[in-house]
T-cell receptor, first 117, second 109 residues
Framework: EAGVVQSPRYKIIEKKQPVAFWCNPISGHNTLYWYRQNLGQGPELLIR????????DSQLPKDRFSAERLKGVDSTLKIQPAELGDSAVYLC???????????????FGPGTRLTVL | GQNIDQPTEMTATEGAIVQINCTYQ??????LFWYQQHAGEAPTFLSYNVLDGLEEKGRFSSFLSRSKGYSYLLLKELQMKDSASYLCAVREGDYKLSFGAGTTVTVRA
């Protein structure tokens, strides 16, 4: 079974430029998460989708970050414009919501390592 | 919110046992997870505890005491491939995972 797929794996941009990350969750997983992981830290949740609906975006810096999950499968996270402090690994994870209860486990993709110069 | 503390680094010898402790303070506790993360790779699920006690899965075991806000991950018969970062994560409510900073384990020959 294929895991969570993310692209690109690495991205280097100059500050003030836009950048986008793509995620394809595990087949059949209807819940998708975007996390940011700074060096030496654990992942921090940015946004959570149930199908195509963003049900928790309280931690997403909405002035420059946006996300979408059209058709409830793939998702894109965008930063515009990027700042130096956005350098981090952006992780996507997915899980399956059934009968109003989440299964126990979130499965993570390999992440996109963003460097802002 | 929650405070999740785990040691920054641990070193052990191949074949030995290492115990990684995690303490947490949270409201709405709904389970504790351990993930393994090799450098540059995805966090991978290792174990899950929601009730007090020990969960054993091969060479890895995880323990939880909810009253003490404490968990540990026990790695037995260490192998070189076990060198990685180990993340303790607490679930609050239905889905929100909060992670510790991770413990980097180095296994030496």
């Amino acid at each position: 079974e294929a895991g969570v797929v993310q692209s690109p794996r690495y991205k280097i941009i100059e500050k003030k430029q836009p950048v986008a990350f793509w995620c394809n969750p595990i087949s059949g997983h209807n819940t998708l998460y975007w996390y940011r992981q700074n060096l030496g830290q654990g992942p921090e949740l940015l946004i959570r989708y149930e199908n195509e609906e963003a049900v928790d975006d309280s931690q997403l810096p909405k002035d420059r970050f946006s996300a979408e999950r059209l058709k409830g499968v793939d998702s894109t996270l965008k930063i515009q414009p990027a700042e130096l402090g956005d350098s981090a690994v952006y992780l996507c994870a997915s899980s399956f919501l059934a009968g109003g209860r989440l299964t126990d486990t979130q499965y993570f993709g390999p992440g996109t390592r963003l460097t802002v110069l | 919110g929650q405070n999740i503390d785990q040691p920054t680094e641990m070193t052990a010898t191949e074949g030995a046992i290492v115990q990684i402790n995690c303490t947490y303070q949270t409201s709405g506790f709904n389970g504790l997870f351990w993930y393994q993360q090799h450098a540059g790779e995805a966090p991978t699920f290792l174990s899950y505890n929601v009730l007090d006690g020990l969960e054993e899965k091969g060479r890895f075991s995880s323990f939880l005491s909810r009253s003490k806000g404490y968990s540990y991950l026990l790695l037995k018969e260490l192998q070189m491939k076990d060198s990685a970062s180990y993340l303790c994560a607490v679930r609050e409510g239905d889905y929100k995972l909060s992670f510790g900073a991770g413990t980097t384990v180095t296994v030496r020959a």
